[in-house]
Nanobody, 121 residues
Framework: VQLQASGGGFVRTGDSLRLSCAAS????????MGWFRQAPGKEREFVAA????????IYADSVKGRFTISRDNNENTVYLQMTSLKSEDAAIYYC???????????????WGQGTQVTVSS
């Protein structure tokens, strides 16, 4: 599956932003999907994952309650709604696809190009 993330931009602390990841290729709804992020000088870290149907989600503690992952299997797209953004949320955000959420967590799936999120105070 090929993935293309979009929706990044420049926002201020407290703002909201929605990222999208469009998938093509192998059947989208055969894959769990997820988001990771990587800030300058830091390792890539898990943000959120969603199962094939969209009925189950997992979040990193740092974003729980502020970020929401969702998917539209008709549009082959996964979303990351980010609210109450903090300076520490600034990073390049990557989407990933894997057979199940646990493989998403391990970071062993397919990756798309990232989208930059900049948060300024």
């Amino acid at each position: 599956v090929q993935l293309q993330a979009s929706g990044g931009g420049f926002v201020r602390t407290g703002d909201s932003l929605r990222l999208s990841c469009a998938a093509s290729g192998r059947l989208f709804d055969n894959n769990a999907m997820g988001w990771f992020r990587q800030a300058p000088g830091k390792e890539r870290e898990f943000v959120a994952a969603i199962n094939r149907s969209g009925g189950s989600t997992i979040y990193a503690d740092s974003v729980k309650g502020r970020f929401t992952i969702s998917r539209d299997n008709n549009e082959n797209t996964v979303y990351l709604q980010m609210t109450s953004l903090k300076s520490e949320d600034a990073a390049i955000y990557y989407c990933t696809a894997a057979p199940n959420p646990f493989d998403v967590l391990k970071g062993t799936g397919s990756w798309g190009q990232g989208t930059q999120v900049t948060v300024s105070s």
